[in-house]
């Protein structure tokens, strides 16, 4: 499965070799994907390679040569100028994908002692339902641990977090405390306190100054695989 980026990646360099004979700089690429680092190209490029879409030649400057696209590339075009509302493709590992997902960063697992920020990998994203999203900025992790099932949270689910730094009281949220341990758990106001309540009795809550706590985003959607 290509991720967005990667794909269109692959668009991009396949694009230019047929208009300029030439694929793009990595300082275009760059440009092009809206990544910070030439580093996230030089990943995005490996992956690509070890996906058998590009070959790189041996001791030629910017030599990349585009093997073959995902084969839904121009049925899927099709599909959007007809303006089907119920449109799908699969891509290049057999994955169906509807059409009106949107891709939002992974940023890997939830686990204490890592800041969210330090969890996220600019090539890693995955595919959402644009109806399990409001307004503003996203991100999805990965569960690990059994503190939040009587919420229906297990291990192994992917969490749609939208980004914020303010909730209801009673929402499940990512809180950031003491500025290095994430957690994800209900949030409550108490009596001058934030209380971080997990959704399993084998758990005790946590109560903690408000200056200890920062909250990261709220919890918006779960997706699950069987």
């Known amino acids: 499965m290509l991720t967005k980026k990667q794909y269109d990646l692959l668009l991009l360099i396949d694009k230019r070799l047929k208009n300029d004979g030439v694929p793009p700089s990595f300082e ?35 030599a990349i040569e585009v093997i073959r696209l995902p084969d839904n590339s121009l049925e899927e075009d099709k599909e959007e100028k007809q303006g089907s509302k119920d449109r799908f493709r699969i891509n ?9 997902n949107t891709e939002i960063p992974l940023y890997g697992k939830i686990a204490a002692g890592t800041p969210i920020e330090a969890l996220r ?38 969490v749609v977090i939208q980004r914020s730094n303010s909730s209801e009281n009673g929402a499940i949220v990512v809180a950031l405390i003491d500025g290095y341990e994430v957690t994800l758990k209900r949030i409550y106001c108490r009596q001058g306190k934030v209380a971080l309540e997990p959704a399993n009795k084998n758990y005790e809550t946590k109560v903690l100054s408000p200056d200890r706590v920062s909250i990261q985003g709220r919890l918006v959607g779960l997706m699950r695989n069987y």
């Open 121 to 158: 990998d600019e090539n890693e994203f995955v595919s959402v339902p644009q109806n399990m999203l409001g307004m503003g900025e996203h991100y999805a992790l990965k569960v690990e641990g059994d503190s939040m099932i009587e919420a229906g949270i297990l291990n192994g689910d992917t």
């Open 28 to 62: 275009e690429m760059k440009e092009a994907l809206g990544l910070k680092s030439k580093s996230g190209i030089h990943r995005l490029i490996t992956s690509l390679e070890e996906r058998h879409f590009i070959r790189r030649l041996p001791h030629k400057a910017r």
């Open 92 to 100: 290049a590992s057999g994955t169906i994908i509807t059409t009106n």
